[in-house]
Structures are given as structure tokens and as C-alpha cells.
């Protein structure tokens, strides 16, 4: 009797750390997910639903608190929370629409200090755009502006 109740007991202890286990698997809640404050580089989709303009852009953004606070434009300007109340981004990935009804897809590609280290990119001729002779992140094929200048006419 003794030695079934140690079976049955070491069979409940199984199954209960079985399900704990299977439980615990599934759980993608946002701890799983999170970036510290600072800058990133992102993958800027813009649609203007008015228009119909839609672009792509690769810019760096700011986080705080796994909320994206400010979009950095190429041309030295930003969108900030005066323009969109900002949105959780700790899954790497967010959309939102600004206060003039505009459209943003934003998916985080990296940290700023893993691309931009010791700024060696800034001297690099991969930075370089082949068309212009402008400025372009080294994982990009074309500047910002010629960029868009291709995509409008495929």
C-alpha cells in the first residue's frame, strides 16, 4: 500500500510538472520582448491615405519605456509625441496614425550603436549613394531620396 502511494504520488508530481511546463512554454506576454531607451535604427513605412503616397524609409527612432517617442527624418526634422500618442514598440513592431491621419508601419532593424560604432560608417565609401553622391546607411543600395525617386517609377 505504501509503495502504491509512492507510485500515484510520484505520477501526480510528473503530470503537474508536465503541465507546469507545457503552460509556461506558451507565454509570450510582453517580458519576452524588450528594448532598452536609446535610439534604433527602423524600417519607416508612410502611407498618406489622402494622397495615396506611400513610401519606405530606413530612419532612427527613439524609445522610452518600449514606447516609440520620435521619428528622426533624414533632412534633420522629427516627428514626435506632439503628433501621435506613442505606442507600445517592445514586440519590434508597430503602426499608428499621426494627428493629421497619416499612416506609419515602424519594424525595428537594430540598435544605433551596432550599426553607427566609432561612427566608422560615416567614413566609409559604402555610404556613398551611387546615384547622387548623397548620404546612405551602408545597408541601403540608394540615399533616402533616390530611393523613393526608383520606387516611384517600378
Known sequence: MVQTLNLQLKIFVLLFSLLFLLSCKGNNDKSDYSYSDGKYF????????KTGTKSTY???????????VKIFWSNG????????????ISSGKVSF????????????IDYEDE???DNEEDES?????????????YYDDYCDDCQEE?????
Open 42 to 49: 527602423a524600417e519607416i513605412k508612410y502611407h498618406n491615405p
Open 58 to 68: 530606413t530612419l532612427k527612432v527613439k524609445i522610452e519605456d518600449d514606447k516609440l
Open 77 to 88: 526634422g522629427w516627428l514626435d509625441d506632439s503628433h501621435f500618442t506613442p505606442p507600445d
Open 97 to 108: 496614425v499621426s494627428d493629421k491621419g497619416y499612416r506609419y508601419r515602424v519594424k525595428i
Open 115 to 117: 550599426l553607427n560604432s
Open 125 to 137: 565609401e559604402d555610404n556613398v549613394c551611387p546615384q547622387c553622391g548623397g548620404y546612405k546607411y
Open 150 to 154: 526608383t520606387e516611384d517609377y517600378e
